[in-house]
């Protein structure tokens, strides 16, 4: 009797990966449309998506740190690992988010 083979350490990586993404969305969909703490958004990097969550709010400014939801681990060149940025760069990457995940639908 054959014994089951371990899934690939890639295919469990991306499942993971997936996971963390759907549940992300899934956050976001609860949090509306918007700047809010907790709210996650994608953008396109060089070398692939960079996923990023708000972290704080404030008048003028927000704080986003990256999230590790792709295999590429893809980092956007301005936001890096994160950090407090002008409140409305993160409100027009937030929107732009927003606006691609209302027409398209976000696939993870």
Do not use: C
Not at 30 to 40: C, F, P
Not at 51 to 57: D, K, S
Not at 67 to 96: C, K, N, Q, T, W
């Amino acid at each position: 009797m054959a014994s089951a083979r371990p899934a690939p350490e890639i295919a469990a990586e991306t499942a993971e990966a997936h996971r963390k993404a759907r549940a992300a969305l899934e956050r976001n969909r609860e949090l509306g449309k918007g700047l809010r703490v907790g709210k996650t958004f994608k953008i396109q990097a060089r070398d692939g998506d960079a996923w990023y969550e708000v972290t704080r709010v404030g008048p003028h400014s927000a704080e986003v740190e990256w999230r590790d939801y792709g295999l590429d681990r893809s980092m956007d060149e301005m936001l890096a690992g994160g950090g407090e940025f002008p409140r409305r760069v993160i409100e027009r990457l937030v929107h732009h988010h927003d606006t691609l995940e209302e027409l398209f639908g976000e696939p993870v």
